[in-house]
């Protein structure tokens, strides 16, 4: 039913995101709603929500593969919060930011960690 | 000393690539056998080596930036094995490119799946 | 309903991208089926399903995305099949390649035109 | 004539992206006017120009590709109120950006419709 | 006058490119001959005649960036040519490329050192 | 040993990028003092170090390179003030973004241009 993956993707974003995804979804309801509707149901219902791999693993992947892309700066932000809010250690994120370098190039690397750099300070 | 970050490398290379990183590193030495040691040295000698992240997720978050980036199937089939080769399991890759298609779009996970499909059927 | 956003999806993907969609389908089976559930439910029964905008539009979006990044030509030549399909003309497509010259630079452009020269021949 | 060629392109630049793309003309004189005058030559005088697909269709495809890329806020602006300039609907816009999370992943998605919400801001 | 752009233009794809760039130019006649004349009038005709950089460094920067994009094998093998019909020599080649694991990672820098691979047989 | 990549980098960056250079080291110092020791070892320990390629045609593949991605503003401005350090004119480096219209497309070089713009103001 449609309503229950909405109700599952809100509740893995309250887990995983917090505040900082609830803020995402809100800035998008006056601009188009559906996609912050499509946000929730597809990424956080039916993908975060799958058991074949832990969040903590997830999130490694989302950081490393926003890191690497290297355009999309306040989601990096979005989910390098999310990788410390379910159990990634700062020395952990560090490390897969420092590995980016060897796949997508130094300066990757070095604009996610002033990112997390940016994250840690904000917390 | 340089000779130790090379043997370091070069028994990471072995531990975590198996035969098909040697294989690239011997069809770089007809052509540039530095790009060969610089691989060695820098992503396996330094990188790989280090204690902040187990290996495992290290293989989780190269196989999600590079599918991520799209544009890098030999490496991404390369690291497909070794992510097997540390420890991950068939179906957490396969959650790991499920992933990547909120990422980085359906065309990026396809592609990737395609290519760990090859992977298995190679093994 | 779940089931009614696959059928609808389903639907989609078979007045869209015909056969060659049915084909990424299939392929998916053996490795991730639920890839291919995603890809039915997600693109074809939310997105294209919309009314907000015309399919010859929306397939002029997807080509013109596709040969931008570059890095996709399976996709890219599905959805040249599938602008076919939809109504847009030849000449129609071939524009929106050349037009990707100004904005992804001419490499892109000549890629997705030769991707098109391959689709025409096998049509 | 080479002077066919910019004024066809500066007449095409006034009618589609009006005192936006005057603007950055303008913003080039003292660095490099001879990128100035390319950009008016060839994607307004020789691409924008062509018989072959509509204005609204070239847009379109622009605000994909800009929005897929998703490295270039400025120029993506500067289309979207060309797209609206030239007749593109605020929510046949929405529409092209909700559906690049299809092929270019949310965040690509999320910074183009928040980038689109600032053009409609500051118009 | 247009006629001079594409006359120049040719002129230094022939001397530039050679047979490689003629061959592209050709492959484009039956399916968008107006991408060939594009590309001989702006990068050929307008660009690479310009006095302010020698056609060496030129070619440098193209097969730095082809190879840091990592998306457009093709141009980067008519480049690396190109590179070395103007004077680059094979070491200055390998060099750049090495480079750009730098900037683009370790990927790039390899899939561009196998086209360069390609290339030196070819010849 | 070690000490002596180190002690080579820091000499190269000091003498390329100046005091640009050190800032970003300085900046990594409370974050990830690792990654800056990286980026002096690798980049300018081994790379800029190297013989077969002059320090001026280094940076032109560089500011190339960095112009073509467009994801990294201030690692170009380090470089694009590199490049004028090591004896590129200014005239030259426009020609280089220039050139990355023909290949990265024309946002791109319009971007390099503004970052080139803001470097020599800021001079």
Do not use: W
């Amino acid at each position: 039913m449609e309503h229950s993956r909405f109700e599952r993707g809100m509740q893995n974003l309250s887990n995983i995101d917090g505040e900082a995804g609830h803020k995402v979804i809100e800035s998008l309801q006056d601009i188009c709603p559906d996609l912050a509707r499509f946000t929730i149901e597809y990424p956080f219902g039916d993908i975060y929500s799958r058991p074949g791999l832990d969040l903590k693993s997830r999130e490694i992947a989302t950081v490393a593969a926003l890191s690497a892309l290297g355009n999309c700066k306040p989601q990096l932000k979005v989910h390098l919060n999310a990788a410390l809010n379910v159990g990634c250690s700062e020395n952990e994120l560090k490390e897969v930011i420092l590995q980016m370098s060897v796949y997508a190039g130094f300066p990757a690397a070095l604009n996610a960690m002033f990112a997390f750099k940016e994250v840690l300070d904000e917390r």
